[in-house]
């Protein structure tokens, strides 16, 4: 069973930098892909950004290539989202999920994902 806990939400400033963190726990650990999903008010689920089992390949949506970046520290079960150059449309509920079985090209597609943390709140002003 996968536990995924996020934690480094909060409000910045426009340009400003925030770092996520998802703590993974469970007997699959850091052998999954993983994946940032975020959800404002109102609209769809959008993933933001996805990392592989090993860490090699990494995906991010357009909206973000450049300013965030995914990684694992597989030392500390844990998976981060650099974030910089933050902006308002950047505001949204960040999600941490994960999946041992990802189909090729569909790595930030929400519906491929099993299981999720509770969330960490992100608001940019």
């Known amino acids: 069973h996968v536990q995924l806990v996020e934690s480094g939400g909060g409000s910045v400033q426009v340009g400003g930098s925030l770092r996520l963190s998802c703590a993974v726990s469970?007997?699959?650990?850091?052998?999954?892909?993983m994946a940032w999903v975020r959800q404002a008010p109102g609209k769809e689920r959008e993933g933001v950004a996805a990392?592989?089992?090993?860490?090699?390949?990494?995906y991010y949506t357009d909206s973000v290539k450049g300013r965030f970046a995914i990684s694992l520290d597989s030392a500390k079960n844990t998976m981060n989202l650099q974030m910089y150059s933050l902006k308002p449309e950047d505001t949204a509920m960040y999600y941490c999920?994960?999946?041992?079985?990802?189909?090729?090209?569909?790595?930030?597609?929400?519906?491929?994902?099993?299981?999720w943390g509770q969330g960490t709140q992100v608001t940019v002003s």
């Open positions: 999920a994960s999946d041992s079985v990802i189909l090729s090209g569909r790595e930030l597609e929400a519906s491929q994902y099993t299981y």
């Open positions: 469970g007997y699959t650990n850091m052998r999954n892909c």
């Open positions: 990392i592989d089992a090993g860490g090699t390949y990494t």
